[in-house]
Structure formats: C-alpha cells, structure tokens
C-alpha cells in the first residue's frame, strides 16, 4: 500500500487547513485510516483515526477543531482543521492499517503569524 498525502502549508492562528490522503495498491476494505503528527523534537502522536465503518476517535487537543473523514471509492482520508493554533504546528502522516501499518510521506503544516 503507497500513501499520497497532500495539502499542508503556512496559515494564520485561527485559520483553516484540509489535508488530504490517498492510499493505493493492495488496499482493503477493513483498513483503518489514520493522521499522526510529529513537532521538532516530541515524538509522533495519534491527532485522528477513522475505522472502516465510519468509527472516529481524536486526540483531546484537537477535539472539536478537526475533523476526519474518508470517501471509501477513492481510498482517501481527509482531516479538515480549523481554529488553527501554532502548537498545531507539526508534520503530519497519513496511516493506512488492515494487516499492518502504513506511512505516507508527511506534509508539512506550520500555524504562524
């Protein structure tokens, strides 16, 4: 499975970002599909994940500011981010499980005035 992520940049604190993430190859129709992040020196930390059936769960620092979804026809995951803080500010991986885990590339979002 490649994983294609896209759509990061530089935006102002409150403003809004939608990335977005397609997984080809071998894909399932089980997979659970996932965005982590990962800031200068911390390690990299889950920000959402949505199963198959539609199943989200985010991490508490982002709740109600994101959003993750998926379009199953086109292998692809989505995270809307709004009310962007600069402590949002990380690269952020796309991930793809079913029988193991994926990485895409990572797609640099920097909050900043």
């Known amino acids: 499975v490649q994983l294609q992520a896209s759509g990061g940049g530089l935006v102002e604190p409150g403003g809004s970002l939608r990335l977005s993430c397609a997984a080809s190859?071998?894909?399932?129709?089980?997979?659970?599909l996932g965005w982590f992040r990962q800031a200068p020196g911390k390690q990299r930390d889950m920000v959402a994940r949505?199963?198959?059936?539609?199943?989200?769960t985010y991490a508490d620092s982002v709740k109600g500011r994101f959003t993750i979804s998926r379009d199953n026809a086109k292998n692809t995951v989505y995270l809307q981010m709004s009310s962007l803080k600069p402590e949002d500010t990380a690269v952020y991986y796309c991930?793809?499980?079913?029988?193991?885990?994926?990485w895409g590339q990572g797609t640099q979002v920097t909050v900043s005035s």
């Open positions: 991930s793809y499980t079913d029988y193991r885990a994926y």
């Open positions: 190859g071998s894909v399932t129709s089980f997979s659970t």
């Open positions: 949505i199963t198959s059936t539609g199943s989200t």
